[in-house]
């Protein structure tokens, strides 16, 4: 079995500091890895998307991704009370499971004031 | 475009009765996918589509369980008969291109089965 095993929360930080939500994947075939948040109540929304080792930045998001160690991450800097919510990590599956994503378990992220 | 379409929003069965899930995926998307969520096991994806056609179904719980795609517009999730372990959220998803693209997904349809 594929698994997408991400850092268990949950996870609170204050407003303005940064958050760092892990998550570690056991196919080495891998090649595209996203995040995606989900409010309460609410679907999961794609936030950031890699494909290559190393740090993508979009505005306070940075993911950061490391193939040798199966390992992903995404930093959300000067975190805002809007930002609580649970964040997914996903997986392409590789090989001939072409399009298929798997999921972790999430971790919850709280930003309090 | 108007996203992922599903429906209903909301549907509330009694155990033993048929329920259908309706899906629209976006406009030009080649793959669609049906998932299950649940507090205890998460996303789960329960089978996908590649135009039209199922690739996966491994993820379908027992025979219970059906899905058809007639068109590249429709989608449906069938359970018959239903049973209160199948309470979850379904979201149905849909992309392009396959690997490398992140999934657009609908709104979801919470389903309670008393």
């Known amino acids: 079995q594929k698994e997408v095993e991400q850092n268990s929360g949950p996870l609170s930080v204050p407003e303005g500091a940064i958050a760092s939500l892990n998550c570690t994947y056991s196919d080495r075939g891998s090649q595209s890895f996203f995040w995606y948040r989900q409010y309460s109540g609410k679907s999961p929304e794609l936030i950031m998307s890699?494909?290559?080792?190393g740090d993508k930045e979009d505005g306070r998001f940075t993911a950061q991704l490391n193939k040798a160690s199966q390992y992903v991450s995404l930093l959300i800097r000067d975190s805002q009370p809007s930002d609580s919510a649970t964040y997914l990590c996903a997986v392409d599956q590789g090989g001939t499971s072409y399009g298929k994503l798997t999921f972790g378990q999430g971790t919850i992220l709280t930003v309090h004031p | 475009d108007a996203g992922v379409i599903q429906s209903p929003r909301h549907e509330v069965t009694e155990m033993g009765q048929e329920v259908t899930l309706r899906c629209k995926p976006i406009?030009?998307?080649?793959?669609l996918f049906w998932y299950r969520q649940t507090m205890m096991r998460g996303l789960e994806l329960l089978i996908y589509f590649n135009n039209n056609v199922p690739i996966d179904d491994s993820g379908m719980p027992e025979d219970r369980f059906s899905a058809k795609m007639p068109n590249a517009s429709f989608s449906t999730l069938k359970i018959q008969p239903s049973e209160p372990r199948d309470s979850a959220v379904y979201f149905c998803?849909?992309?392009?291109?396959?690997?490398?693209?992140?999934?657009?997904f609908g709104s979801g349809t919470r389903l309670t089965v008393v």
């Open positions: 406009s030009g998307h080649d793959y």
């Open positions: 998803a849909s992309s392009f291109g396959g690997q490398g693209y992140g999934y657009t």
């Open positions: 890699i494909y290559s080792n």
